[in-house]
């Protein structure tokens, strides 16, 4: 589990520090750059739009994860919307709470349900 937390850290850390890059080289409309790209049907748009999709499920997961109350449909949108560098530091506090308990981690509160 440690060794799954620093991943965690350093991936969080690291696609912060190289948003502020792109941020100050590039500005922060990212969508000039990812849409025409996926209009071209080329494989620099394959990447972006299969990594659309994996924010999607990710933000969905953590709305799911808290039952789509208010907050979890909040926290599921900035999953979506910024990526890892909320995931990572979701999935580490989540990882402390459940101490460790992979179960936990990913079903959240739904450990007693029936899935």
């Known amino acids: 589990m440690t060794l799954f937390r620093v991943l965690l850290i350093v991936m969080g850390v690291v696609l912060f520090v190289y948003t502020i890059a792109a941020v100050v080289n590039e500005g922060p409309n990212l969508f000039a750059n ?3 790209a996926v209009a071209e049907f080329g494989w620099q748009g394959q ?3 299969d990594f659309a999709t994996y924010l999607i499920l990710s933000g969905l997961w953590v709305a799911w ?4 109350s208010a ?3 909040v926290m599921g949108l900035i999953a979506a919307n910024i990526g890892i560098i909320f995931l ?3 999935i580490l506090l989540a990882s402390f709470k459940a101490n460790g308990d992979m179960r936990r981690i990913l079903l959240g509160d739904r450990t007693s349900d029936a899935i």
């Open 34 to 36: 990812t849409i025409p």
């Open 47 to 49: 990447f972006h739009l």
């Open 65 to 68: 994860r808290h039952r789509f």
């Open 71 to 73: 907050a979890g449909i």
């Open 88 to 90: 990572s530091a979701y």
